[in-house]
């Protein structure tokens, strides 16, 4: 714990203070540079004063790693702060903890805020297999996902607790991308592809829809009717977590009438469902306008069709 940096509050992407660790074998070099830098400034007649480089000299202090640390035995790191930008008097200072969601910011620290930009959603691994096995045999769902995974593919998380997020702005990740599109091709077209192999090793050659380089190009490849039909489902049963009693607008009134101060933790698990929820919706809406594009698309190519006969 530092003290003195303890004293601010974080503010997402709205910080007024960076806070950086300085070894004073740094200090004593940069005393040194200065020096020779003052002499050749007097040497050359230039009083124009020369700004201090803190990239070179320091290194970024991260939330979670706030205390006083040594770059050895006998060497003592202090720390600076850095003013970023002007603050008027009388106005709170804030520091950033780091670019984290409510989620994080939650379970870390204890608060959230409103529109935070860098939450996310997450889709446990375990809910998408749930949802092949229910379509599929569980033996389909095990061989899709070995598969998958030959492809050097993987969730966040680790091995026991995999995940997939969702980005504040509903897109999914490429790899839950990747995992629907195994999932849902037909077996002939998996032996097409040259993906049917009783190998446990990885995958040889990289498959079409994963060979080109332009990422949305890959998503637009990706993003088939059924596809973007799992996305919805996948939406459905990850809302169905919360258990159904309200809706989003019912949290948004409960929310308005919750008192911060009276109940804290009330407001702040409503903040990160409401968040959530929103998120969802959006995952909603980009795959309903992927479903839309894969119609426009069909029915493009089939007035081409009908325009050749």
Known sequence: MVPLADLFNHKTAAED?????????????????????????????????????????????????????????????????????????????????????NAALLHRYGFTEPDNPFDILNIDLDIVVQWSSSLFSRRHSRRRLSLWRKLNLSGSGSEDSEYFEISFNGEPELELLVLLYVILLPEEKIQELGLASSSTSEVKETPSFLSNKDPECRKKLLLTKSVCRALLSLADARESLYGGLNSLEEDVRLFNECCHAVDSKLYHSLMLRISERRIIEKLRSFASSGAGNFRTNSQTRTRKRAKRT
């Open 17 to 101: 203070v960076h806070f950086t660790s300085v070894s004073s074998s740094s200090e004593s070099d940069t005393d040194t540079e200065s020096e020779n830098e003052n002499a050749n400034d007097e040497n050359s007649g230039d009083d124009e004063p020369v700004a201090p480089d803190f990239d070179s000299e320091t290194e970024g202090f991260s939330e979670s790693d706030l205390e006083l640390s040594s770059t050895s035995e006998n060497e003592p790191t202090f720390m600076e702060m850095i003013m970023i930008k002007d603050v008027n008097a009388g106005s709170e200072v804030f520091n950033t903890y780091g670019s984290l969601g």
